[in-house]
């Protein structure tokens, strides 16, 4: 089906809230696998984006591509100053196609969200959205250059872990250029390999390296499956692939520290809160019964020991959510797929690995993610600290000075006073005039028995003017109710305050 339908697949293989998990099991194993396009168009679009001829580029580059997929293939090249690299060319047309058929996928949310519950319920525009922001992201090799640079920068504390790095003057929106990795991939290595392979320090680094990403510095990888990780002969572990990287918010951050806690605690009832403030309520949400359910959940984990993934846990909480009506946020369903394909990794690394006893081990650095402030946040609290210190006494004066004269009030505001008056209005009005006509009609009707001079089609012509009148001042009414109902409607659904369905 193209691009945009296997990326939006893998999107929802994600969305544990939206879909059962057998359609997700089935949409995570889609893979973009598609026939490579012709080295020589790859070589033209590398020599229009560079603006050279591949012979001033590079010393060598392999026509066939090593591995394609539904956006771009990658070759293998050297430059020359005689470095290893690898080129990743986009498709060509994928950008037109993708923006055909997103056209194609709006029309679809819009309809779904103005005419369907599941549309309503779910928020169709706004996963599309989501989905919208991701596949531009991965459309944009700039981007996949500096997502390379920040990932570095955080792995280079890891003694066991390096993510390549771009060649910038090789690069452009279309041109990703990066160093080359000898290797094999994770998912390549058997059983009788692996006992070469220090893998308990791979797996402690990698879980530990994921965990401080996302708890602290607000940075996802969202598909960190073995697949995208490349066993160098030295034993380290490069990570490769960053096109699909999300920021976690601040908000979001905490909140997962918190619900980590609470698991790790096996305290199933602050589970549970901790997830309905993360969430959002819809109108069937039933609060008793999701904290049985989470209830329930993490006491299985809890007796579960170490054997129960920690992917697995948030993939599932994520389910709950949906299904007693609390739309999770979309960062939390991804941070659980994250951890449930890292948990795939480090088990394959160490079949040992325990992943939620690899939490409790790092509950120091997940306090630290989660109670740390930047700079920029701990000078606002304290100009606002010191602004509340400044303002206290003169505001308690006059609160207490209010109280000893009589002179406090308190103002509730139950319901909307000024709304009620205008559908009184417009109620009272229509009523008015609809008496009005009504003896107008009734008038016009006695009317008709008396014999006059002056006739109209036979009829008595006052009576005949009457009921021209109740006919024009109906047709009135009927206008007016029309476009006083029209205006309101219009009202509302810009009135701030107001939260879509």
């Known amino acids: 089906m193209g691009p945009t339908w296997i990326k939006l697949g893998q999107l929802l293989s994600t969305r544990h809230d939206l879909l059962p998990s057998a359609y997700t099991e089935a949409l995570g194993r889609l893979q973009d696998e598609v026939e490579p396009f012709d080295g020589d168009e790859a070589v033209a679009i590398v020599e229009e984006e560079l603006g050279s001829d591949l012979r001033h580029l590079f010393a060598e580059f392999d026509r066939a591509p090593m591995a394609a997929a539904s956006l771009g293939q990658v070759h293998r090249a050297r430059t020359r100053s005689g470095k290893d690299v690898v080129v990743k060319v986009q498709r060509p047309g994928v950008r037109e196609t993708i923006a055909e058929d997103m056209e194609v996928l709006g029309k679809l949310a819009r309809a779904a969200d103005r005419h369907t519950d599941l549309g309503r319920r779910f928020g169709a525009r706004d996963l599309l959205e989501q989905f919208r922001r991701s596949l531009t992201g991965e459309l944009d090799y700039v981007q996949e250059a500096r997502n390379l640079r ?30 080359r990795v000898e290797g094999r991939k994770v998912t390549d ?22 965990l401080v990403m996302i708890l602290e510095d607000g940075v996802l990888h969202a598909d960190p499956h073995p697949g995208n990780m490349i066993l160098t002969p030295d034993g380290r572990l490069a990570l490769i692939d960053l096109g699909m990287v999300a920021t976690v918010p601040r908000r979001v951050q905490e909140h997962i520290v918190k619900l980590l806690l609470a698991i790790s605690d096996g305290d199933g009832e602050e589970s549970a809160r901790v997830l309905s403030e993360m ?27 170490g054997g129960l993934e920690a992917g697995g846990i948030m993939l599932e909480l994520s389910r709950l959510s949906g299904t007693h009506g609390l739309r999770p ?25 325990e992943p939620s006893a690899a939490v409790r081990r790092n509950i120091d650095q997940i306090l630290r993610g989660g109670l740390s402030l930047a700079p920029g946040r701990l000078m606002a609290s304290a100009i606002e600290a010191k602004e509340f210190a400044s303002q206290l006494p003169r505001r308690a004066n006059r609160l207490m000075d209010a109280l000893g004269d009589g002179e406090l009030t308190l103002r509730v505001d139950a319901f909307d006073e000024e709304r009620l008056l205008r559908v009184a209005q417009h109620l009272t ?11 107008i009609i009734v008038g016009a009707a006695l009317t ?15 009576a005949i003017v009457f009921f021209l009148l109740a006919a024009v001042g109906g047709l009135a009414l009927v206008v007016y109710v029309v476009v006083t109902d029209r205006k309101d409607a219009r009202r509302r659904a810009v009135r701030p305050g107001d939260r879509r369905p």
Do not use: C, W
């Open 429 to 439: 009005t229509r009523v008015v005039v609809g008496m009005v006509l009504s003896a």
């Open 279 to 305: 969430g959002h309520p819809l109108d069937d949400y039933d609060a008793a019964r999701f904290r049985d359910d989470v209830g329930h959940l993490v006491s299985s984990a809890v007796a579960a020991g």
């Open 448 to 462: 008709m028995q008396v014999e006059t001079a002056d006739t109209l089609l036979g009829y008595p012509a006052v």
């Open 329 to 353: 946020p979309p960062e939390m369903a991804m941070i659980g797929k994250a951890l449930l394909n890292l948990d795939q990794a480090t088990t394959h690394l160490d079949p040992s690995f």
């Open 150 to 179: 920040a990932f570095g920068e955080l792995t280079a504390a890891y003694d066991h872990l390096f993510v390549p790095q771009p060649l910038e003057d090789y690069s452009t929106s279309r041109i990703l250029t990066m160093e």
């Open 189 to 210: 290595i058997g059983g009788v390999g692996m006992l070469e392979v220090d893998g308990q320090a791979l797996s402690e680094e990698l879980f530990r390296a994921y």
